[in-house]
């Protein structure tokens, strides 16, 4: 299937720990993103990445580190992690605008619930 | 900065009733706009987009037209089923120069349709 997915679905954890979520997309897209959504549904975007070039990087402390290790694949790794983390994350991608024309549509993963205790 | 604004709180409404969500927007060109759904547990799925002003997007009896002179993309649906309920969100992406495809939400609407 073609698809962005994310692993782990869910992941509970205690504050302090590190932990890691990974992004892959075979849609052949060259930008992908990584979004919050928090318990009000409110979503925020926090990175994006084109051709693994960091090009977004919105006020997201520095605990929060992506790392792309190709076109298809946005890992986003968590260091220390607080109570107010909880959240859904979810990655997306996207293939290129044409320059000064329409932005395309993003595809979204089914998310990655964290809930740090 | 862009933004996106939609009206606030849940919608709950009875099957075949008639839908719209509220939505503006505020950009500074020429955005690309698009509706969102969230169904429970699952990602957010492309519902329609428009890309310029006067187009209307639609899919699955959805509809919105992109409304330059009011700043405007309110989502319509003339008779809702069941299966609708889910949360939907409008958003907008912008053209900077380098050609990023940041997308602004807004906040989202629970709709809720009842048997």
């Known amino acids: 299937d073609t698809a962005v997915s994310q692993t782990p679905k869910y992941l509970v954890t205690q504050m302090g720990n590190d932990k890691s979520i990974k992004c892959e997309q075979n849609l052949g897209h060259d930008t992908m993103y990584w979004y919050k959504q928090d318990s009000k549904k409110f979503l925020k975007i926090m990175f994006s990445?084109?051709?693994?070039?960091?090009?977004i990087n919105e006020t997201v402390p520095n605990r929060f580190s992506p790392k792309s290790p190709d076109k298809a694949h946005l890992n986003l790794h968590i260091n220390s992690l607080e109570l107010g983390d909880s959240a859904v994350y979810f990655c997306?991608?996207?293939?290129?605008?044409?320059?000064?024309?329409?932005?395309?549509?993003?595809?979204f993963g089914p998310g990655t619930r964290l809930t740090v205790l | 900065g862009d933004s996106v604004t939609q009206m606030e709180g849940p919608v709950t409404l009875s099957e075949e009733a008639f839908l719209t969500i509220n939505c503006t927007y505020t950009a500074t060109g020429y955005p690309s706009l698009f509706w969102y759904v969230q169904y429970p547990g699952e990602g957010l799925q492309l519902l329609l987009k428009a890309t310029k002003a006067d187009d209307k997007g639609s899919n699955k009896g959805f509809e919105a037209t992109y409304r330059k002179e009011t700043t405007s993309f309110h989502l319509e649906k003339g008779s809702v089923q069941v299966s609708d309920s889910a949360v939907y969100f409008c958003?907008?992406?912008?053209?900077?120069?380098?050609?990023?495809?940041?997308?602004?939400f807004g906040k989202g609407n629970q709709v809720v349709v009842i048997p």
């Open positions: 958003a907008l992406s912008d053209l900077p120069p380098h050609g990023n495809n940041r997308l602004a």
């Open positions: 990445y084109n051709n693994k070039e960091l090009i």
């Open positions: 997306a991608s996207s293939p290129p605008g044409l320059a000064g024309g329409p932005r395309d549509t993003q595809y």
